[in-house]
């Protein structure tokens, strides 16, 4: 299998060339270029074990010396800079003398079991040994030797084997450099040395199984147990992962149709190489005994399931809707898109809907995530996106993040944040809960802005009203790129007392001093950038939120070059792709408005059939309405709402409610459990298409085995359409594509073909940005002149009271990816088998609660019960759980609380009490109970119950 080009030493950029000779060629490459790396870049190979062009040069092995023309000794090439004129000698009988007795050390102390190594044919140190042409080994097994020590197999993906460990420190300087976790480092000397974990094993240490340690490693000492088990791979195909927003580039390597390991790739212009333990390990759930590959039908959600044919699960259906629709109407129907789909499926489905249902019912699960982003960001920079790359946080010399943890929720772009602030840039942090990166040995924030769950809009105007008060304020910048009118009304607003820290610190529990501070480090820091996720677009004023972000880096002139920006952390792969291709009920493809005459006839013509101009219904909207018996039938491609929405008896009641609710998914997941008809979806190995990432990057999706249900998920929405009379006539996603380039201006210019040319695109993507748009509003803003918006905080109705005297608030974890269907189903679990409830030691203390008490938790809306972990990692009055696993019911007590502006739901502020309990909840028993018959009736191995 071809491997990705390994050049030692990681590129170097400069504006001035260097021209010198290696064995004889001119060479010319960038200043300050390693002359391992110029050697490489022209064929030249030199050996190497220590080196590798993901880290920093380290100089250990000496395999790689060289000869140089008026030096003295044996320089290391990784380690050494080209100078102009220099002649380099990389093949000399004395280099050759040397790097066999190099390697020949390297051997006396290493299992000479290569037949049955599971690295037999990806091994440096065996290519290594061949290359310097080592025949013989003189040193003998009998002195003092590591080739007894103890295996490491304590991780669920990897086994350390120190046996074979040549201590290159590669592994180490992954975990340092690459991602920033420190979790490895080399113990002993000399002969001694070896590397070690901190704790005695990986499990128990810090490792948070990212994979960059195996990925280094040269030899079989960090290796893959699938690998171990099933053998090396023969071939690869380039994908994306399908996990968080920051969408990493993978090779998945193959022999056959099995994948045998997912390999980070080097050239992803998201990830660099990089990886976390989700798509590095997690894609186990693809073949997972779970998978539902057959069609299913039924009548009532108390019958049980029938597997069908597609022709008469299809069928039956397109009967059902068109039965539904004639008795009640066409706005009876509606669909609802995933963020973990294609483009190419959510563009169909969308379609689907707005030329054969007849309507614009058409709603996403970026509906309950980032909506009030794309609302805040088109109302005042005129665009739905995010405004960078990740790589543009290295120009950053300020970074503040708001209402996100990358650590957990976008682990592979904070690997690469922290590598700045270890370069010294200074970091602000606004959350209720102390995140990773408040306080870490190698990072810390320099300000943690720690306010109440709820008051965001009463720190962006505090924030605000120091930098406008204090004269920080890019007036030049405002000047010449926004509306001056709107800027001086927003001025002369934050510039009121009651907006100042002091006359908001009751209100956000935001120190004014610290606050001042923050807003002085942001304005006048350089650089400076926001990052941002759900704790900001979670709530009911969340798009005044979004906008008040906007309005801070227009204010001090941070938007629309390298190192700042407004920056939205999507929670899914393709939250900004499905928004993209219009799943929204107000919005066509392209964000334009369904009451746009212009655009609308421009989708008319193309699709043939008359279109509405009335905005559909939004998930709430369907929800209530089917309550209410006026809204009959759901099409629910990739999305669980029965899990993922706040209230969640709430929504179960309208799946009942309803009466043919069709789920397309991998899994008999929640909402499943109340549907009618189950088609089998692939999963994104079985599939090609794109998504679309946070920083609005295109990367392609291939299909790299058969799909296990017969058909992409595209194909599936396809053959529906065609049953209710409307062909989609579609060879390949690719067609979908170009047709959505041809309708999408800010697609016009892409193409599968494109993709494999560029690897990924950002857009826009158009004639004028033929290669896509890195960087948005460079010169001016989408809209013309940036619009600034008034926020007035306005407290939420969801209030602390003497029955519920605690804010909940909720988020995500490492291992464990939204609801959890995918990464339960793999060895993930190991790190988080269940949802706990966060609680400050002082709550705990005056409840009577210990460590690994049950306790249960009560709001307005239910009751759950959940084990309690005892933190200071939340403020007194708060406490904190994530929602992976349905069991746990985290949305049975939110409530149906939403932004004012989108209907995104508050879950990040829901006013509960707590206390000791010794059972489960009434809702979880009745869970229990019915999530156990509907297994049985699916035909499914009853310990699916458990997964579940």
């Given at each position: 299998?071809d491997?990705?080009?390994?050049?030692?030493?990681?590129a170097?950029?400069?504006?001035k060339?260097?021209?010198?000779?290696?064995?004889?060629?001119?060479?010319t490459?960038?200043?300050?270029?390693?002359?391992?790396?110029?050697?490489?870049?022209?064929?030249?190979?030199?050996?190497?074990?220590?080196?590798?062009?993901?880290?920093?040069?380290?100089?250990?092995?000496?395999?790689?010396?060289?000869?140089?023309?008026?030096?003295?000794?044996?320089?290391?090439?990784?380690?050494?800079?080209?100078?102009?004129?220099?002649?380099?000698?990389?093949?000399?009988?004395?280099?050759?003398?040397?790097?066999?007795?190099?390697?020949?050390?390297?051997?006396?102390?290493?299992?000479?079991?290569?037949?049955?190594?599971?690295?037999?044919?990806?091994?440096?140190?065996?290519?290594?040994?061949?290359?310097?042409?080592?025949?013989?080994?003189?040193?003998?097994y009998?002195?003092?030797?590591?080739?007894?020590?103890?295996?490491?197999?304590?991780?669920?993906?990897?086994?350390?084997?120190?046996?074979?460990?040549?201590?290159?420190?590669?592994?180490?300087?992954?975990?340092?450099?690459?991602?920033?976790?420190?979790?490895?480092?080399?113990?002993?000397?000399?002969?001694?040395?070896?590397?070690?974990?901190?704790?005695?094993?990986?499990?128990?240490?810090?490792?948070?199984?990212?994979?960059?340690?195996?990925?280094?490693?040269?030899?079989?000492?960090?290796?893959?147990?699938?690998?171990?088990?099933?053998?090396?791979?023969?071939?690869?195909?380039?994908?994306?992962?399908?996990?968080?927003?920051?969408?990493?580039?993978?090779?998945?390597?193959?022999r056959?149709?099995?994948?045998?390991?997912?390999?980070?790739?080097?050239?992803?212009?998201?990830?660099?190489?990089?990886s976390?333990?989700?798509?590095?390990?997690?894609?186990?759930?693809?073949?997972h005994?779970?998978?539902?590959?057959?069609?299913?039908?039924?009548?009532?959600?108390?019958?049980?399931?029938?597997?069908?044919?597609?022709?008469e699960?299809?069928?039956?259906?397109?009967?059902?809707?068109?039965?539904?629709?004639?008795?009640y109407?066409?706005?009876?129907?509606?669909?609802?898109?995933s963020?973990?789909?294609?483009?190419?499926?959510?563009?169909?489905?969308?379609?689907?809907?707005?030329?054969?249902?007849?309507?614009?019912?058409?709603?996403?699960?970026?509906?309950?995530?980032?909506?009030?982003?794309?609302?805040?960001?088109?109302?005042?920079?005129?665009?739905?996106?995010?405004?960078?790359?990740?790589?543009?946080?290295?120009?950053?010399?300020?970074?503040?993040?708001?209402?996100?943890?990358?650590t957990d929720?976008?682990?592979?772009f904070?690997?690469?944040?922290?590598?700045?602030?270890?370069?010294?840039?200074?970091?602000?942090?606004?959350?209720?809960?102390?995140?990773?990166?408040?306080?870490?040995?190698?990072?810390?924030?320099?300000?943690?802005?720690?306010?109440?769950?709820?008051?965001?809009?009463?720190?962006?105007?505090?924030?605000?009203?120091?930098?406008?008060?204090?004269?920080?304020?890019?007036?030049?910048?405002?000047?010449?790129?926004?509306?001056?009118?709107?800027?001086?009304?927003?001025?002369?607003?934050?510039?009121?007392?009651?907006?100042?820290?002091?006359?908001?610190?009751?209100?956000?529990?935001?120190?004014?001093?610290?606050?001042?501070?923050?807003?002085?480090?942001?304005?006048?820091?350089?650089?400076?950038?926001?990052?941002?996720?759900?704790?900001?677009?979670?709530?009911?004023?969340?798009?005044?939120?979004?906008?008040?972000?906007?309005?801070?880096?227009?204010?001090?002139?941070?938007?629309?070059?390298?190192?700042?920006?407004?920056?939205?952390?999507?929670?899914?792969?393709?939250?900004?792709?499905?928004?993209?291709?219009g799943?929204?009920?107000h919005?066509?493809?392209?964000y334009?408005?369904?009451?746009?005459?212009?655009?609308r006839?421009?989708?008319?013509?193309?699709?043939?059939?008359?279109?509405?101009?009335?905005?559909?219904?939004?998930?709430?909207?369907?929800?209530?309405?089917?309550?209410?018996?006026?809204?009959?039938?759901?099409?629910?491609?990739?999305?669980?709402?029965?899990?993922?929405?706040?209230?969640?008896?709430?929504?179960?009641?309208?799946?009942?409610?309803?009466?043919?609710?069709?789920?397309?998914?991998?899994?008999?997941?929640?909402?499943?459990?109340?549907?009618?008809?189950?088609?089998?979806?692939?999963?994104?190995?079985?599939?090609?298409?794109?998504?679309?990432?946070?920083?609005?990057?295109?990367?392609?999706?291939?299909?790299?085995?058969?799909?296990?249900?017969?058909?992409?998920?595209?194909?599936?929405?396809?053959?529906?359409?065609?049953?209710?009379?409307?062909?989609?006539?579609?060879?390949?996603?690719?067609?979908?594509?170009?047709?959505?380039?041809?309708?999408?201006?800010?697609?016009?210019?892409?193409?599968?073909?494109?993709?494999?040319?560029?690897?990924?695109?950002?857009?826009?993507?158009?004639?004028?940005?033929?290669?896509?748009?890195?960087?948005?509003?460079?010169?001016?803003?989408?809209?013309?002149?940036?619009?600034?918006?008034?926020?007035?905080?306005?407290?939420?109705?969801?209030?602390?009271?003497?029955?519920?005297?605690?804010?909940?608030?909720?988020?995500?974890?490492?291992?464990?990816?939204?609801?959890?269907?995918?990464?339960?189903?793999?060895?993930?679990?190991?790190?988080?088998?269940?949802?706990?409830?966060?609680?400050?030691?002082?709550?705990?203390?005056?409840?009577?609660?210990?460590?690994?008490?049950?306790?249960?938790?009560?709001?307005?809306?239910?009751?759950?019960?959940?084990?309690?972990?005892?933190?200071?990692?939340v403020?007194?009055?708060?406490?904190?759980?994530?929602?992976?696993?349905?069991?746990?019911?985290?949305?049975?007590?939110t409530?149906?609380?939403?932004?004012?502006?989108?209907?995104?739901?508050?879950?990040?502020v829901?006013?509960?009490?707590?206390?000791?309990?010794?059972?489960?909840?009434?809702?979880?028993?009745?869970?229990?109970?019915?999530?156990?018959?509907?297994?049985?009736?699916?035909?499914?191995?009853?310990?699916?119950?458990?997964?579940?």
């Open positions: 299998m491997k990705q080009m390994d050049y030692g030493t990681p170097v950029i400069a504006d060339q260097v021209t010198l000779e290696i064995d004889g060629r001119q060479v490459v960038a200043a300050g270029t390693s002359v391992m790396r110029a050697s490489m870049e022209a064929g030249i190979t030199v050996p190497k074990l220590c080196a590798t062009d993901s880290l920093e040069p380290f100089g250990s092995c000496r395999l790689c010396l060289v000869e140089i023309e008026g030096r003295r000794g044996y320089p290391a090439s990784c380690t050494t800079p080209v100078d102009a004129g220099m002649k380099v000698h990389t093949q000399t009988p004395k280099l050759a003398d040397i790097r066999r007795g190099v390697m020949e050390l390297y051997i006396s102390d290493h299992p000479l079991d290569c037949l049955t190594c599971a690295a037999n044919g990806d091994c440096e140190l065996q290519d290594m040994a061949g290359a310097v042409g080592l025949r013989e080994v003189r040193y003998g009998e002195g003092e030797n590591h080739l007894k020590a103890e295996k490491d197999t304590s991780n669920p993906y990897f086994t350390f084997d120190p046996s074979k460990c040549i201590v290159c420190s590669r592994c180490v300087r992954a975990c340092e450099e690459t991602q920033g976790t420190f979790a490895l480092t080399i113990h002993g000397r000399g002969f001694d040395s070896k590397v070690a974990s901190g704790t005695g094993n990986f499990m128990d240490s810090e490792c948070v199984s990212c994979g960059a340690c195996v990925q280094a490693c040269p030899t079989a000492t960090l290796m893959e147990k699938s690998v171990i088990e099933q053998g090396l791979p023969e071939h690869s195909v380039t994908t994306t992962c399908a996990y968080c927003g920051v969408g990493c580039s993978f090779n998945a390597e193959m056959g149709e099995e994948v045998i390991r997912m390999v980070p790739n080097k050239d992803g212009g998201a990830n660099h190489g990089h976390c333990v989700k798509g590095r390990f997690a894609w186990g759930y693809t073949t005994k779970d998978r539902i590959t057959t069609p299913m039908i039924r009548k009532s959600i108390k019958d049980p399931w029938q597997e069908v044919s597609w022709d699960a299809i069928n039956y259906a397109a009967s059902e809707i068109t039965r539904i629709q004639r008795q109407g066409k706005d009876s129907v509606g669909a609802i898109t963020s973990r789909c294609t483009n190419e499926e959510v563009y169909v489905v969308q379609k689907l809907v707005r030329a054969v249902f007849g309507s614009n019912n058409v709603d996403t699960c970026a509906r309950v995530c980032h909506s009030p982003t794309g609302y805040g960001l088109k109302q005042t920079l005129g665009e739905s996106a995010g405004t960078q790359t990740f790589d543009s946080v290295m120009q950053s010399d300020v970074i503040m993040i708001i209402g996100a943890n990358p929720g976008h682990p592979v904070a690997s690469q944040m922290k590598r700045r602030l270890r370069e010294g840039a200074k970091l602000i942090i606004a959350d209720p809960r102390a995140i990773d990166l408040v306080s870490s040995p190698h990072v810390k924030a320099d300000h943690h802005l720690k306010l109440r769950p709820g008051t965001n809009v009463a720190l962006i105007s505090a924030l605000a009203h120091v930098i406008v008060t204090e004269g920080l304020v890019n007036e030049a910048f405002v000047r010449e790129r926004c509306e001056w009118d709107s800027f001086v009304a927003w001025r002369d607003f934050v510039a009121k007392p009651e907006n100042s820290p002091e006359a908001l610190e009751p209100f956000s529990g935001v120190d004014a001093e610290e606050l001042r501070a923050a807003a002085r480090l942001y304005a006048t820091g350089g650089n400076a950038a926001i990052y941002y996720g759900l704790g900001v677009t979670e709530h009911s004023q969340g798009s005044t939120m979004v906008m008040g972000i906007a309005n801070l880096a227009m204010a001090t002139g941070n938007i629309g070059r390298e190192g700042v920006g407004v920056n939205p952390l999507r929670g899914q792969n393709n939250v900004q792709g499905s928004c993209d291709m799943s929204m009920p919005e066509f493809p392209g334009r408005h369904v009451s746009d005459d212009e655009t006839a421009l989708f008319e013509q193309a699709w043939g059939r008359p279109l509405s101009n009335d905005p559909g219904l939004r998930i709430p909207n369907m929800l209530d309405l089917a309550g209410e018996g006026k809204f009959k039938a759901i099409y629910c491609n990739g999305e669980d709402i029965a899990q993922s929405d706040p209230n969640t008896q709430h929504v179960t009641h309208a799946l009942e409610s309803m009466e043919c609710v069709i789920v397309q998914d991998l899994f008999l997941n929640e909402t499943a459990m109340y549907a009618h008809v189950f088609f089998p979806g692939a999963s994104f190995l079985e599939k090609s298409g794109t998504f679309t990432n946070a920083e609005r990057r295109i990367s392609p999706v291939r299909r790299v085995m058969t799909p296990k249900n017969g058909m992409e998920d595209w194909e599936i929405t396809a053959r529906l359409s065609t049953a209710l009379g409307y062909p989609m006539e579609y060879q390949h996603a690719s067609d979908i594509m170009d047709e959505i380039a041809r309708l999408t201006p800010t697609f016009e210019g892409v193409s599968f073909a494109k993709l494999d040319e560029l690897g990924s695109i950002q857009w826009p993507c158009n004639d004028t940005h033929p290669n896509g748009t890195p960087v948005m509003h460079v010169d001016e803003f989408v809209r013309g002149k940036g619009k600034f918006f008034i926020t007035q905080y306005v407290p939420t109705s969801e209030k602390v009271t003497a029955r519920f005297p605690l804010i909940l608030t909720t988020g995500r974890i490492l291992s464990q990816y939204n609801v959890g269907a995918q990464t339960r189903r793999t060895a993930n679990v190991a790190w988080h088998q269940e949802d706990l409830i966060e609680i400050h030691p002082h709550d705990a203390e005056e409840r009577g609660i210990q460590e690994g008490d049950w306790v249960g938790i009560t709001s307005r809306a239910g009751e759950t019960v959940l084990r309690a972990t005892i933190t200071e990692r403020q007194p009055g708060v406490v904190y759980t994530t929602f992976h696993h349905p069991e746990s019911g985290a949305n049975v007590i409530t149906d609380n939403s932004d004012w502006a989108t209907n995104c739901p508050e879950y990040k829901t006013a509960v009490q707590v206390a000791r309990v010794t059972q489960l909840s009434d809702w979880q028993t009745e869970y229990q109970n019915f999530s156990e018959a509907q297994i049985a009736f699916a035909g499914l191995p009853a310990d699916v119950a458990a997964t579940e």
